[in-house]
């Protein structure tokens, strides 16, 4: 489905110069280009932004979580003349 069909656009035209007439005309189209060029860039950093702020928090939220230190392990001394299986493990 087509927006605007070649009528509508020689409509548009011609309503829009005899609106701001033919000498004011390039001027408003002028104007017209730096604020959409000014809106996109504006947006371009807007984004740039969003997206950094996205980044530097992923790798705190994605990080695992630190593990406690493991315990040294017991050493269990058996008692003289006990045999191997009598000790505590």
Not at 42 to 50: D, N, Q, S, V, Y
């Amino acid at each position: 489905m087509r927006l605007l069909s070649p009528g509508s656009l020689l409509l548009v035209t011609v309503f829009a110069v005899l609106l701001f007439g033919g000498k004011r005309l390039p001027d408003a189209a002028r104007a017209l280009g730096r604020s959409l060029r000014i809106l996109k860039s504006e947006g371009k950093a807007l984004r740039r932004e969003f997206d950094s702020g996205r980044e530097a928090a992923a790798p705190a939220s994605a990080a695992p979580a630190a593990r406690p230190a493991a315990e040294p392990e017991r050493v269990v001394k058996a008692a003289p003349g006990a045999s191997r299986t009598d000790r505590a493990a």
